[in-house]
């Protein structure tokens, strides 16, 4: 029923101009055109990231989109860097801790927060 369709990700924030600034300009998403009051909407690749006003923005405390950017891993962490993001340390099983990314066998990953505190990561997948 939903395997052949596509998924987005829907993640909620406090401040539509702060999403705005964080989403287009330091993750330099494409937005598409407004169709309602209090949420943008973006294209991402193949896949669409839909961000909207709610109270309940950065409760959540795991991950709420994941990007995988392949062999451009860290040159993509360099660029966010350079940008202003902070990642996160976690202590992970398994993962050992190098520089900012996450490191397992051949896996790497990094976590960071959007302005509302919503957990963001990309991986070399």
């Known amino acids: 029923m939903l395997a052949n369709r596509n998924a987005m990700a829907t993640i909620a924030v406090k401040d539509l101009a702060a999403a705005k600034k964080f989403y287009e300009g330091t993750l330099g998403l494409t937005p598409q055109q407004a169709t309602e009051e209090g949420v943008l909407t973006y294209q ?19 991950t709420s989109c994941t990007w995988g950017v392949g062999d451009e891993f860290d040159k993509i962490m360099q660029a966010l860097k350079a940008r202003g993001v902070v990642f996160e340390h976690y202590d992970m099983p398994g ?23 919503n957990i963001l990561h990309i991986l070399n997948q």
């Open 44 to 62: 991402s690749g193949t896949a669409t990231v839909v961000v909207y006003v709610s109270q309940f923005a950065g409760t959540n405390q795991a």
């Open 95 to 117: 993962m050992a801790l190098q520089g900012d990314a996450h490191v397992a066998g051949d896996f790497k990953g990094a976590w960071f927060k959007d302005p509302s505190g």
